[in-house]
């Protein structure tokens, strides 16, 4: 998992950045082609698989990245701006959406009805969908530093720097979550056992 | 051997983010430890599951609409930009938002999951349909008996819940991971036959999570909520507050507080008035010139150690003192238990204790009789249902 982020970022180094500030189309294509699938699947699971809504958030964070790209000063590292921005997209989401609640919810409950009667024959989509369902069940605060650490890869640092919190928080917040993970698939356990 | 707990660095030691030197500690802690022991084993399955999170291809079509949305000009919010043609439009876009999304709410609401209803008295009343004998309760709707009527709902495939006369229950979720009931008022029975943590009943005061249980909730019209339990343990939740029930043993909630101290039904009736006191009218020092710890103290058997269990947490400096000096009194405490750090609260020296202590407050014979009986009821029921299919 920790190897996504490495591997992608190699392409991205200061004169990439340089270039995008520049106003290089070409290279902001090539951050945009590093990071788009990182940046959607966040937004995905943390919309209960609505990609419609993921592909907006992801629009919005390489439009803003696109406009403000100037701002950022090497304080940090760019992974930890960057993610931050997608945090922060997704929790403005995530309020503008309060107001339409119960549509998004039977859309998400819809959803999984009609993939349970799919479940049957497949076993494993059927594992996956209850992990992204789960994944999504989850608190925010408890499922952003799942997400930012087995779809992006980082570190509890890493983490810790994005969302602005104590590396003690991310292990404890880790820890919740884990564990919230397996009390809700608890009932999944001999088929992941299998599937290792 | 309980001051090294790792509980808290078990992700940590998972995910590889421990130093070698942590790392060895947490292994060495784990082969002798059973508690943490278990607890790994859940971690671990949690890590397993998060890492078959896999990473979702953004569309084609992302490039483009970025590209477009960078060369998109804001709209000038100039008066006469906004011509009759540009308003005609936005009224006709809106009138097409709103039947679309009527069309959306109708297609949702006739494709939500439910949960089958059998009429057993009277005329329930599914929304505005009456049951004649049976019917579908889904997501979002309320299920009303008046006082001729009782139903039985079929909890999924976990269960089920019997619903008395004058109550009024909705589904709020029915998922793999999550069965979910509110019970706004009135009386209901569950037989979950579930893993724990899978049904939950929300009520004005409190949530009750089944933990693999049968029991009855009863809600008065203020929203004050009655918990009894008859087989297994049940934990009744309000934010930070949680009392844990076993069978045998009941407990009360208020809206407001949330749940109240639990205790065994068989308790002396001034037992039960002293912690109905304490709980909820602490200031009312009419009913007794004795303060009502005093009495609960005075009154305890081995078996309420149920009891002063959780008032450990809920009272202060001497009066946790007392508690404690009385618990140890009422039942000896195991060698390892630490009395400084129950005064603490130490989470894991307070577990420790209850574990310990949970023979005395459960009769292993009569939960396993009561077990047999919901087990066999719902294998029986299971296996009839199969049969008329």
Same mark, same amino acid.
């Given at each position: 998992?920790?190897?996504?982020?490495?591997?992608?970022?190699?392409?991205?180094?200061?004169?990439?950045?340089?270039?995008?500030?520049?106003?290089?189309?070409?290279?902001?294509?090539?951050?945009?082609?590093?990071?788009?699938?990182?940046?959607?699947?966040?937004?995905?699971?943390?919309?209960?698989?609505?990609?419609?809504?993921?592909?907006?958030?992801?629009?919005?964070?390489?439009?803003?990245?696109?406009?403000? *790209?100037?701002?950022?000063?090497?304080?940090?590292?760019?992974?930890?701006?960057?993610?931050?921005?997608?945090?922060?997209?997704? *929790?403005?989401?995530?309020?503008?959406?309060?107001?339409?609640?119960?549509?998004?919810?039977?859309?998400?409950?819809?959803?999984?009805?009609?993939?349970?009667?799919?479940?049957?024959?497949?076993?494993?989509?059927?594992?996956?969908?209850?992990?992204?369902?789960?994944?999504?069940?989850?608190?925010?605060?408890?499922?952003?530093?799942?997400?930012?650490?087995?779809?992006?890869?980082?570190?509890?640092?890493?983490?810790?720097?994005?969302?602005?919190?104590?590396?003690?928080?991310?292990?404890?917040?880790?820890?919740?979550?884990?564990?919230?993970?397996?009390?809700?698939?608890?009932?999944?356990?001999?088929?992941?056992?299998?599937?290792? | 051997?309980?001051?090294?707990?790792?509980?808290?660095?078990?992700?940590?030691?998972?995910?590889?983010?421990?130093?070698?030197?942590?790392?060895?500690?947490?292994?060495?802690?784990?082969?002798?430890?059973?508690?943490?022991?278990?607890?790994?084993?859940?971690?671990?399955?949690?890590?397993?599951?998060?890492?078959?999170?896999?990473?979702?291809?953004?569309?084609?079509?992302?490039?483009?609409?970025?590209?477009?949305?960078?060369?998109?000009?804001?709209?000038?919010?100039?008066?006469?930009?906004?011509?009759?043609?540009?308003?005609?439009?936005?009224?006709?876009?809106?009138?097409?938002?709103?039947?679309?999304?009527?069309?959306?709410?109708?297609?949702?609401?006739?494709?939500?999951?439910?949960?089958?209803?059998?009429?057993?008295?009277?005329?329930?009343? *599914?929304?505005?349909?009456?049951?004649?004998?049976?019917?579908?309760?889904?997501?979002?709707?309320?299920?009303?008996?008046?006082?001729?009527?009782?139903?039985?709902?079929?909890?999924?495939?976990?269960?089920?819940?019997?619903?008395?006369?004058?109550?009024?229950?909705?589904?709020?979720?029915?998922?793999?991971?999550?069965?979910?009931?509110?019970?706004?008022?009135?009386?209901?029975?569950?037989?979950?036959?579930?893993?724990?943590?899978?049904?939950?009943?929300?009520?004005?005061?409190?949530?009750?999570?089944?933990?693999?249980?049968?029991?009855?909730?009863?809600?008065?019209?203020?929203?004050?909520?009655?918990?009894?339990?008859?087989?297994?343990?049940?934990?009744?939740?309000?934010?930070?507050?949680?009392?844990?029930?076993?069978?045998?043993?009941?407990?009360?909630?208020?809206?407001?507080?949330?749940?109240?101290?639990?205790?065994?039904?068989?308790?002396?009736?001034?037992?039960?008035?002293?912690?109905?006191?304490?709980?909820?009218?602490?200031?009312?020092?009419?009913?007794?010139?004795?303060?009502?710890?005093?009495?609960?103290?005075?009154?305890?058997?081995?078996?309420?150690?149920?009891?002063?269990?959780?008032?450990?947490?809920?009272?202060?400096?001497?009066?946790?003192?007392?508690?404690?000096?009385?618990?140890?009194?009422?039942?000896?405490?195991?060698?390892?238990?630490?009395?400084?750090?129950?005064?603490?609260?130490?989470?894991?020296?307070?577990?420790?204790?209850?574990?310990?202590?949970?023979?005395?407050?459960?009769?292993?014979?009569?939960?396993?009789?009561?077990?047999?009986?919901?087990?066999?009821?719902?294998?029986?029921?299971?296996?009839?249902?199969?049969?008329?299919?």
């Amino acid at each position: 998992m920790g190897q996504r982020a490495v591997m992608n970022e190699t392409n991205v180094d200061e004169r990439v950045i340089e270039a995008c500030r520049n106003g290089d189309r070409e290279a902001f294509r090539l951050l945009f082609e590093t990071y788009k699938d990182r940046v959607f699947s966040i937004a995905v699971y943390t919309f209960n698989g609505d990609e419609g809504a993921a592909g907006d958030i992801a629009q919005q964070v390489f439009l803003k990245l696109m406009t403000s *790209i100037n701002q950022f000063r090497g304080d940090s590292s760019f992974t930890t701006w960057l993610y931050r921005m997608v945090v922060n997209a997704c *929790i403005d989401e995530r309020r503008r959406r309060r107001r339409f609640l119960p549509f998004g919810e039977l859309e998400s409950r819809t959803r999984m009805t009609d993939r349970k009667s799919q479940e049957k024959r497949f076993a494993r989509i059927e594992l996956a969908g209850c992990v992204q369902a789960a994944i999504a069940e989850l608190r925010p605060k408890l499922r952003m530093p799942i997400l930012l650490k087995y779809v992006e890869g980082l570190s509890y640092e890493e983490i810790a720097d994005v969302l602005s919190c104590s590396k003690g928080t991310v292990a404890s917040r880790l820890n919740r979550g884990h564990k919230e993970l397996a009390r809700r698939l608890g009932h999944l356990r001999d088929q992941v056992i299998a599937g290792e | 051997m309980f001051s090294h707990h790792v509980t808290r660095e078990l992700s940590a030691y998972c995910n590889g983010e421990l130093s070698p030197e942590e790392s060895s500690r947490v292994a060495e802690h784990l082969i002798r430890c059973r508690r943490c022991r278990s607890e790994h084993e859940v971690v671990r399955f949690g890590v397993s599951v998060a890492e078959r999170l896999p990473l979702i291809q953004a569309p084609e079509s992302l490039w483009s609409a970025i590209e477009s949305g960078r060369t998109k000009i804001p709209p000038m919010r100039h008066g006469k930009a906004w011509g009759w043609q540009r308003q005609f439009a936005a009224v006709a876009a809106s009138i097409l938002v709103v039947v679309g999304l009527a069309a959306l709410w109708l297609y949702t609401r006739e494709s939500r999951p439910f949960w089958q209803v059998a009429r057993i008295d009277g005329t329930p009343r *599914i929304g505005r349909e009456v049951i004649t004998k049976d019917g579908r309760l889904p997501v979002g709707e309320w299920l009303e008996t008046d006082a001729s009527s009782r139903a039985k709902i079929d909890v999924a495939s976990i269960g089920q819940v019997e619903i008395d006369p004058n109550t009024r229950v909705r589904l709020l979720e029915t998922k793999p991971t999550e069965h979910r009931l509110e019970l706004l008022r009135g009386r209901m029975s569950a037989y979950i036959w579930a893993p724990p943590r899978l049904f939950f009943v929300d009520t004005p005061s409190a949530v009750a999570a089944d933990l693999g249980c049968a029991y009855t909730l009863e809600v008065d019209d203020e929203g004050s909520a009655l918990l009894r339990v008859t087989a297994g343990w049940v934990a009744l939740e309000l934010r930070d507050r949680e009392s844990m029930v076993p069978a045998g043993a009941a407990c009360a909630t208020r809206p407001g507080i949330g749940p109240g101290t639990p205790y065994f039904e068989d308790a002396s009736p001034l037992f039960r008035q002293a912690i109905t006191k304490f709980d909820f009218e602490p200031a009312d020092s009419d009913w007794s010139k004795i303060p009502s710890l005093d009495l609960m103290l005075a009154e305890a058997r081995p078996r309420d150690t149920l009891t002063l269990w959780h008032l450990l947490s809920r009272v202060e400096g001497k009066d946790r003192e007392r508690v404690y000096d009385r618990m140890v009194a009422l039942v000896p405490a195991p060698a390892a238990l630490e009395r400084e750090r129950v005064l603490r609260l130490d989470e894991y020296m307070l577990e420790f204790w209850k574990d310990a202590l949970t023979n005395v407050w459960t009769d292993e014979s009569f939960l396993r009789k009561k077990w047999i009986k919901v087990w066999t009821k719902g294998l029986g029921k299971i296996k009839g249902g199969e049969g008329k299919k």
